[in-house]
T-cell receptor, first 115, second 113 residues
Framework: DSGVTQTPKHLITATGQRVTLRCSPR?????VYWYQQSLDQGLQFLIQ???????AKGNILERFSAQQFPDLHSELNLSSLELGDSALYFC??????????????FGPGTRLTVL | EDQVTQSPEALRLQEGESSSLNCSYT??????LFWYRQDPGKGPEFLFT???AGEEKEKERLKATLTKKESFLHITAPKPEDSATYLC??????????????FGTGTRLQVTL
């Protein structure tokens, strides 16, 4: 158990809908990352938040947005869903200091199926 | 742009048959190279971090090594429970606290009796 929690484990929804994925980081970690894993693309970085502020963005679609709350949990919002958004979505957390390496610990993921 | 290439894509070993997985990378200033293990439908599980060329780390039947261009994950006398996908990722030095991981597509390892 990495200490990172994600809910829900599974989501099944229809095209055009909006969903929210939730992540709670490990105790003491200030940074949260979101990754998407699809069969043909591997793990792709979406976005990073550090202590409530956006720190880095990957190839995140405009239909997707995220935020990190004062208690450090994070939510990833996916809207106007398309079939191609079906994937595993992982949250990771780290201390994210400015020196040394920054090991990320991953949650169990949310499997999103868009029908 | 940071890039990670892993080979082979898939590897089938018999129990006790040692082998190595390869991870080639290009990165603008390596902050760390990471190995993760991922079981089907689960989140990646952290195995090792390597910081600089020449470094080696071991854990049970696994040993990770690092050069300036690639990393190897050596598996000695594997058991069926070592079957998983092994992911390699790099982290580059960036401004402030931004520290995303760039992943390879992984090596699917199957160990049979």
């Amino acid at each position: 158990d990495s200490g990172v929690t994600q809910t829900p484990k599974h989501l099944i929804t229809a095209t055009g809908q909006r969903v929210t994925l939730r992540c709670s980081p490990r105790s003491g970690d200030l940074s949260v990352y979101w990754y998407q894993q699809s069969l043909d693309q591997g793990l792709q970085f979406l976005i990073q938040y550090y202590n409530g502020e956006e720190r880095a963005k990957g190839n995140i679609l405009e239909r997707f947005s995220a935020q990190q709350f004062p208690d450090l949990h994070s939510e990833l919002n996916l809207s106007s869903l398309e079939l191609g958004d079906s994937a595993l979505y992982f949250c990771a957390s780290s201390v994210a200091g400015t020196s040394g390496t920054d090991t990320q610990y991953f949650g169990p993921g949310t499997r999103l199926t868009v029908l | 742009e940071d890039q990670v290439t892993q080979s082979p894509e898939a590897l089938r070993l018999q129990e006790g048959e040692s082998s190595s997985l390869n991870c080639s990378y290009t990165v603008s200033g390596l902050r760390g190279l990471f190995w993760y293990r991922q079981d089907p439908g689960k989140g990646p599980e952290f195995l090792f971090t390597l910081y600089s060329a020449g470094e080696e780390k071991e854990k049970e039947r696994l040993k990770a090594t690092l050069t300036k261009k690639e990393s190897f994950l050596h598996i000695t006398a594997p058991k069926p429970e070592d079957s998983a996908t092994y992911l390699c990722a790099v982290q580059a030095w960036a401004t402030g606290t931004a520290s995303k991981l760039t992943f390879g597509t992984g090596t699917r390892l199957q160990v049979t009796l």
